[in-house]
């Protein structure tokens, strides 16, 4: 090889060695202007569904005036576990509760973590840890009782004329768990499972009369059910007598010294209550209603015209 061709050689050689080198010190930054990047996929959320009817929660500081519990127009409990049938007026707005309670405010707070709540429309999860409230329970048996409680209420409104819907709620007890008085084994439950027709319901006229009846008819004595009250306990001493004459179920609610819920048959019911003046509500004669004021010891009658 002559001294020329080597020499032409290594000049190549050393202009490929300086550009090698020239590249590898090139900035980061500057490098990075002539990379292609990867797209990054992203998830795309998942829109969460409105609610077929309108809903609201109500706790007792609220009041939810405008609201009647969905047991009036059931015209008894809901039985745990089951379908409930019902039909209500559909320009209503119905309440719907359930509570769940313990001995003192240190069970209530410890067991609180294995209580799953439930509510559901048409098969849809709509529950939220803001429709909780809390609330009190009094002993029936000992009225000087009230426990603390946890309450779920809906109030559900805004229904379409002859557009059923399935409600659900409830709790689920997962793990064993003491409340203080009572043993709850896991997976115990208190579910109400409402099928809701809202219907177009005719108004009638429910009255009320003050009355004694001096004819001896059939009486019964039904144990009042004393939901969560914010008012103080009081002694169950004294009775009103109802005659219900509507000719079906009357729902009678009494406001006063403490609040009672009842259900009642037809015929003559002494109801057993605390002494005192009561502001009343009732529901009879498919659901027609009526309000005022009714005083322990007295008899009253209520009638469909």
């Known amino acids: 090889m002559s001294k020329r061709s080597v020499g032409i050689t290594l000049f190549i050689v050393l202009i490929i060695a300086i550009l090698s080198i020239s590249c590898s010190i090139v900035p980061q930054a500057v490098k990075n202007l002539f990379a292609t990047p990867t797209p990054t996929s992203t998830s795309t959320p998942t829109p969460t569904p409105l609610p077929p009817i309108d809903i609201k929660s109500c706790s007792e500081d609220l009041g939810c005036a405008d609201a009647i519990k969905i047991e009036e127009f059931f015209g008894a409990y809901p039985a745990s576990g089951e379908d409930n049938y019902v039909e209500i007026p559909f320009d209503q707005p119905v309440l719907i509760s359930e509570e769940w309670y313990a001995v003192d405010e240190e069970t209530l707070l410890k067991n609180k973590t294995q209580i799953e709540w ?63 008085d009572m043993e709850l084994t896991d997976g115990y439950e208190e579910m109400q499972t409402w099928l809701i027709k809202p219907v177009f319901i005719p108004t009638a006229t429910l009255t009320p009369t003050s009355t004694n009846t001096p004819t001896p008819t059939p009486t019964n004595t039904p144990e009042p059910v004393v939901y969560s009250s914010p008012t103080p306990a009081c002694q169950v001493s004294s009775s009103i007598e109802i005659e219900n004459s509507t000719g079906g ?51 009253h009658e209520f009638y469909c015209y």
């Open 249 to 299: 179920s009357l729902t009678l609610n009494l406001y006063g010294p403490s609040d009672f819920y009842f259900y009642l048959g037809s015929g003559i019911t002494t109801l057993e209550i605390c002494p005192g003046s009561y502001d009343y509500e009732a529901w009879g004669c498919g659901n027609a209603y009526d309000s005022g004021t009714i005083n322990s010891g007295e008899s």
């Open 118 to 180: 439930v509510f559901t429309i048409d098969g849809q999860n709509f529950f939220q840890e803001k429709f909780l409230s809390r609330s009190t329970v009094t002993d029936y048996l000992n009225p000087d009782l009230v426990y603390p409680s946890e309450v779920l209420s809906i109030v559900l409104y805004d229904w379409q004329l002859n557009q059923p819907h399935t409600v659900t709620l409830g709790y689920r007890v997962h793990g064993d768990m003491n409340t203080g």
